[in-house]
């Protein structure tokens, strides 16, 4: 081989990718082992690790080796349209997934705090709740998209009314938080642009009408956070909150109505919806690839240089199926997956995303029985983008309901 053969990178972009990155990622690993050069826009470099041990590595040590500051990446960056799509997910931001140590903690502590304010049996009842009325919508029709009807729309509504928003915003805000997700050019620019103006009237309203919501606790926290800080809390959260709720319920269910592993065994009781979760958690999370660090100094990395000013994105999706560093097949005890990731930036809303997560499908199960897949599982479309995985539809077919058939059903189940 030539000393100055340049191995070409996997491009994390584009239809192709969207459809199978597990094969991307297997041969990223043949070709470069745990860490690996890609691009996540044309032209846009940034090393992948797809390794679990090194992903752990990179997780465990920040603030040390690793920093989350992305400000001297940006830097070095062109100003070209896929640049200004991108940075939406991947610009500097002062809130917690962007900063590193005593700052970091302050951030990470209002979160903390103020979602543990959210009461679980409070939030269980408003998924029902949303989750009732949606699926009321089409249980007549006995067919759905229980992506754009249903796991798309269950984060939203929950989310505008835990944050102190009408529900009426809610299409401007999965509009946005869909081009930021995608990020391609011109259109995650101007989703970056109308995402940050959806925040700045939420900020506004509660300033000037606190209510008993997300957004007014964290303003009146002890962290007291400026007005810049809040915002870009609120953005995290919000953001966070959303599309990876919502793929999180679509790739879960996707995969009970289309292996018998899980549908049969979930319904005879072997295994149960939080075990399903934790498969998806593992072999397909909503974030797939969204864990973006810089190192501190020049380092060489399970043989890569990497150079302060490089993005590293952690690949959780490929570090959870690592042949030979973690077990295979079904898994009953939630595994050693990085669904959450790990270390000090882990997820501080795990549990309250399991809740919902959970909910919406026990809905689906107990409201809908007789679902199944429209199509093969394997011919199901999805979304393309560098950072997640998201089915664009999800076509199911069902036993329709009336509204005044006895039973449990959408329109007589009380909520508490």
């Known amino acids: ?19 199978d990155p597990q094969s991307v990622y297997t041969a990223l690993r043949e070709h470069h082992g745990p860490v690996a050069p890609v691009e996540i826009a044309p032209g846009i470099p940034a090393h992948l690790v797809l390794g679990y041990r090194a992903a752990l590595d990179v997780l ?26 991108l940075l939406g997910m991947l610009a500097y931001r002062p809130n917690a997934l962007f900063n590193d140590g005593t700052v970091h903690r302050r951030y990470r502590q209002a979160v903390t705090d103020c979602l543990g304010m959210i009461e679980p049996h409070r939030l269980r009842a408003l998924v029902t709740e949303t989750a009732d009325t949606l699926i009321a919508s089409f249980a007549t029709t006995g067919r759905a998209d229980l992506v754009g009807q249903y796991a798309r729309l269950i984060p939203l509504r929950l989310f505008n009314r835990v944050f102190g928003r009408p529900e009426a915003d809610s299409a401007a805000l999965i509009s946005a938080l869909n081009g930021l997700l995608e990020a391609t050019g011109e259109s995650g620019a101007a989703a970056n642009a109308a995402f ?5 009237d939420l900020l506004a309203l509660k300033h000037a009408e606190p209510g008993d919501d997300l957004t007014s606790w964290l303003l009146a926290h002890p962290a007291q956070l400026s007005a810049e800080e809040a915002l870009h809390t609120v953005v995290l959260l919000l953001g966070a909150g959303n599309e990876p709720m919502a793929n999180l319920i679509s790739n879960t269910f996707s995969r009970m109505v289309s292996d018998d592993r899980y549908y049969t065994s979930l319904t005879d009781g072997a295994l149960t919806t939080y075990d399903a979760v934790q498969e998806v958690l593992r072999d397909d999370p909503s974030m797939a690839n969204y864990g973006p660090y810089f190192t501190t100094a020049p380092l060489n990395f399970y043989g890569t240089w990497i150079r302060p000013g490089e993005l590293v994105l952690v690949s959780y999706a490929a570090a959870n199926t690592t042949p030979s560093e973690l077990p295979d097949g079904p898994r009953s005890d939630s595994g050693s997956h990085l669904g959450f990731g790990a270390g000090p930036h882990r997820c501080p809303a795990a549990d309250p995303a399991l809740l919902i997560a959970i909910t919406a499908i026990d809905r689906l199960l107990t ?19 560098p950072f997640h995985r998201a089915l664009a539809e999800l076509p199911v077919t069902f036993p329709p309901l009336r509204p005044n058939q006895p039973g449990e059903t959408p329109w007589t189940t009380p909520h508490q």
């Open 1 to 19: 081989m030539s000393p100055h053969y340049v191995p070409r990178p996997g491009r994390l972009y584009g239809t192709e990718f969207a459809q």
């Open 60 to 85: 465990t040590n920040v603030g040390e080796v690793w920093s989350k500051d992305s400000r001297p990446w940006m830097a070095t960056l062109p100003d070209t349209a896929d640049v200004q799509g």
């Open 196 to 200: 940050g103006q959806y925040m700045t």
């Open 367 to 385: 409201l809908l029985p007789g679902l199944e897949l429209a199509l093969p599982r394997h011919h199901l479309p999805w979304r393309p983008g």
